[in-house]
Nanobody, 117 residues
């Protein structure tokens, strides 16, 4: 069973930065695609950024050039560095692990990001 624990959310002013972290339990982390999603009130959950076990990252157009996703397989961790935050970036951010072998995914509990204007 995989568990994902996020941290790093909070309140920040527009233009500020936050770094989200997600640590996964289990041994499948290094083989899995990791992603960050977000969901704002009244909106659907959307992909923010993803990083496969090997290969290039991808980002939502709205965060390109401002957010950076990275992973540390030795620590079973994935990070999301968020710079130049905007009020519209405010949402609950969720860490996701996609287990390719078993074709299932896992979600963290979410961490709140609030950006004041």
């Amino acid at each position: 069973q995989v568990q994902l624990v996020e941290s790093g959310g909070g309140l920040v002013q527009a233009g500020g930065s936050l770094r989200l972290s997600c640590v996964a339990s289990g041994s499948i982390f290094r083989f899995s695609t990791m992603g960050w999603y977000r969901q704002a009130p009244g909106k659907q959950r959307e992909l923010v950024a993803a990083i496969p076990s090997g290969g290039s990252t991808n980002y939502a157009d709205s965060v390109k050039g401002r957010f950076t996703i990275s992973r540390d397989n030795a620590k079973n961790a994935v990070y999301l560095q968020m710079n130049n935050l905007k009020p519209e970036d405010g949402a609950v951010y969720y860490c996701n692990l996609w287990d390719i072998t078993n074709q299932r995914d896992y979600w963290g509990q979410g961490t709140q990001v609030t950006v004041s204007s």
